[in-house]
């Protein structure tokens, strides 16, 4: 209970903090875009169905269908209205009302446990909507604060990985309409993938009447709200922005997709004040990687589906040309981390733990430093650093496996006793 308390103060805190670092800049806040959502057209109706969805793990079926039925009520008094005034559309609130609904219901009916656990569900809502809302803030500041951007450096260095994000903006391109349309609804989807998975891995909240230690919204808030910071540090905007037409004059050229960038001597070039510097890490990557992770204890159909996920996510990412190869790489060492560090909170900190956390802490700092120093180098020498890089990655992915199953070592599927042909068959009767 106290560590719930902290986290609410701690969040509560952060996204007032940002508010007035985004009234600072001129753009609205988290708190500001999610409040006039109560009543005017929401961005993402699917998103506040999934905070909804979150939030009635803590209910039971009766309660459930009266939540999304009053929800969906809402929604359509609101759709009629809006119709009628001849104003924005769009689905939603009646998703965020219900839950605004359900804190007051916590408060004012509710008592003991069954108010705590009614107002986690509550929070665990508010803060996949809220999240959202945070990041837009923080993209807004990113390319406020930050007039030049480092992708010289980024599309020097990957380089060394054969420069995947041309090729793969190849590709696409090739597969037009089909598997620009798939990837754009898997990549602008990857929250609503979130709480799909999350609500499989709470579907027992209800009847235990307690959350598992750690679940899926876990790594996925922790690696939103620290992500970001990474851009603060890193700014990188993408190469279909500094490389393509999507960067207007701004872009440093028009290569991409079809002509790599040359190799030359790198340097921070200027960029508007509009496009996010959202690359470095690759969070998308590093989401993705989060849901193929929670969903390998799922059925078959769900391991499929995370898998399906993380390899639309990556092939999004790179041909539409948002993120770098080495974007990448640095997004999947920073999930592993985040997941690492998560899972050994909830376990209770222990020496493999420490190291594995401290390793990946360790990569992912080497690889940024190498982009940002080196890449020349990198992309002078690719068939050293290529599989360097690679290397650098896979011994993140070897070191999480093996350390996670020292502590699940149940995972593992069970041994079939082999036959003995010399052994008696019995038969029933």
Not at 36 to 45: H, N, Q
Not at 165 to 179: K, N, Q, Y
Not at 180 to 206: C, E, M, N
Request: hydrophobic share 50%; proline share 7%.
């Amino acid at each position: 209970m106290t560590l719930w308390v902290t986290a609410s103060v701690a969040t509560l805190g952060f996204l007032v903090a940002l508010e007035a670092a985004a009234r600072h800049y001129g753009v609205p806040g988290p708190i500001t875009s999610q409040a006039r959502e109560v009543i005017l057209a929401p961005d993402s109706g699917p998103l506040l169905y999934a905070g909804l969805a979150l939030m009635m793990v803590v209910l039971t079926w009766r309660q459930r269908f009266i939540a999304m039925g009053t929800a969906i009520g809402i929604d359509v008094a609101f759709f009629l209205v809006r119709w009628a005034a001849d104003a924005e559309m769009n689905f939603g609130n009646g998703a965020l009302l219900v839950v605004l609904g359900y804190a007051v219901i916590a408060l004012t009916r509710r008592t003991g446990r069954e108010r705590v656990l009614l107002l986690k569900g509550v929070g665990l809502g508010l803060l996949l909507m809220a999240g959202h809302k945070t990041g837009d803030t923080w993209l807004h500041i990113t390319a406020a604060t930050h007039p030049t951007v480092l992708d010289p450096f980024v599309a020097t260095a990957d380089h060394a990985l054969g420069n995947p994000s041309w090729l793969a903006g190849r590709i696409v391109a090739a597969t037009d309409p089909v598997g620009p349309h798939v990837l754009y609804w898997v990549y602008g989807q990857l929250p609503l993938a979130a709480a799909v998975f999350a609500l499989y891995q709470l579907r027992h909240v209800a009847v235990e009447r307690r959350f598992p230690g750690h679940h899926l919204v876990r790594t996925f808030l922790a690696i939103g709200l620290l992500g970001p910071g990474i851009y603060m540090i890193f700014p990188v905007v993408g190469p279909v922005f500094a490389y393509g037409a999507d960067g207007g004059h701004w872009a440093a050229a028009n290569l991409w997709p079809n002509i790599p960038p040359p190799v030359t001597t790198p340097h921070p070039v200027p960029f508007d004040e509009i496009t996010p510097r959202n690359c470095m890490p690759s969070l998308h990557t590093a989401w993705a990687t989060a849901i193929f992770i929670h969903s390998r204890k799922g059925s078959r159909f769900l391991r499929s589906v995370g898998t399906f996920w993380l390899v639309a996510t990556l092939s999004a990412t790179l041909g539409f040309g948002y993120h770098y190869g080495v974007d990448l790489l640095a997004g999947v060492v920073f999930a592993l981390t985040i997941e690492a560090a998560m899972r050994s909170f909830d376990r209770g900190w222990s020496r493999p733990g420490l190291l594995l956390v401290a390793y990946g802490t360790t990569v992912f700092v080497g690889l940024l430093a190498s982009y940002r120093w080196i890449p020349l180098e990198m992309a002078t020498h690719p068939w050293a650093f290529g599989p360097l890089l690679v290397l650098a990655m896979s011994s993140v992915i070897y070191a999480y496996v093996r350390t996670t199953k020292l502590w699940d070592p149940d995972d593992a599927p069970a041994q079939q006793p082999e036959l003995k042909l010399s052994e008696p068959q019995t038969e029933l009767a």
